[in-house]
């Protein structure tokens, strides 16, 4: 599960409590509601981390032995058996799923089809030179989830629905630029088993391409914040933050360096989420959320009406 290593949990919860947040603004949502989705979130996100894993540990068994950074891996060292694991694995999914359930139905629709992604993703890395990206469709979902878990219909809502489609993709965006710095660490070992990562593709222009994914992120998380008529303090905030940090990042990591990788890959999850989270955070305490008051008023004419 990497119990250890936190920082995949709190890559996973992050666009979890991006959307919690966007939502929580546009809606007015009461602060209880909001902290304990988000709660919840974060269970899911520690369970479901581990299980993706516990599911890539299996699904690489034979190449983790040969990966100077994963030959300890319990299965990879003899320690766990694949049986063993795949009950483990079993018994994770099912912890998710009550987490799942804890929040409205209409979630399962849209939760339930992340664990495709979950199962599939080790193999990206033996088809193509950009797993990445399917790490980001996978470790992205959570942008999905925020507006249903506050009961927004993303299917009857224009503006909820542009807004996480952007949020989503600003995410997957993000994933890619940390994942690339990430698979630095792994370059060498990586090219003599035959493991393919864009980090391989793109060697001689890394901080060209993390540069234009960073462009990317902060753009497509604008156009979210846009989406919902979001006020300066998100732009300022979220916005700003991403792009104050991402550029420190960009500019100071040593990528022929592993441990410098890894120093930027961990702290970079706090500073770069950190500071769109609190951007976000600020937006929902001080945004007068008009939206929020033209759905309580339609909530009182239904319920007069009916």
């Known amino acids: 599960m990497r119990l250890d290593k936190p920082v995949g949990t709190y890559y996973l919860f992050f666009p979890c409590i991006f959307s919690t947040l966007l939502a929580a603004s546009y809606t007015a949502a009461a602060p209880l509601p909001v902290l304990t989705t988000s709660l919840c979130f974060f269970s899911g996100a520690l369970i479901m981390r581990g299980a993706g894993c516990t599911i890539n540990d299996l699904w690489d068994r034979d190449l983790d032995p040969h990966v100077a950074r994963t030959r300890l891996r319990p299965i990879a060292r003899g320690a766990v058996t694949p049986s063993k694991a795949l009950t483990f694995a079993g018994f994770q999914l099912l912890a998710g799923l009550g987490v799942l359930l804890q929040f409205p139905t209409s979630c399962l629709f849209y939760g339930i089809p992340s664990l495709l992604l979950v199962a599939t993703y080790p193999l990206a890395k033996r088809v193509t030179h950009y797993p990445q990206f399917v790490l980001g469709l996978t470790f992205s979902w959570g942008a999905i989830m925020g507006f249903p878990a506050l009961g927004v219909g993303l299917l009857v809502d224009a503006a909820a629905l542009k807004a996480t489609a952007a949020l989503y993709a600003s995410c997957v965006s993000w994933t890619v630029l940390y994942d690339m710095i990430y698979a630095h660490m792994d370059i060498k070992d990586d090219a003599k088993v035959g493991i393919k990562s864009i980090a391989l593709r793109h060697e001689k222009e890394t901080k060209a391409v993390l540069s234009g994914l960073a462009v990317v992120q902060i753009g497509l998380l604008a156009a979210a914040g846009a989406a919902v008529g979001a006020s300066p303090v998100f732009f300022i905030g979220s916005c700003g933050s991403a792009a104050v940090t991402l550029g420190l990042i960009i500019w100071k990591v040593r990528l022929k360096e592993s441990s410098n990788c890894w120093w930027w890959f961990r702290n970079g999850a706090l ?19 008009p939206h929020g008051r033209e759905l309580e008023k339609k909530t009182i004419t239904a319920e007069s009406t009916s």
């Not at 989420?273 to 945004?287: V, W």
């Open 271 to 289: 500073f770069t989420g950190g500071g769109i989270a609190s951007g976000m955070f600020a937006e929902y305490l001080l945004n007068p959320r």
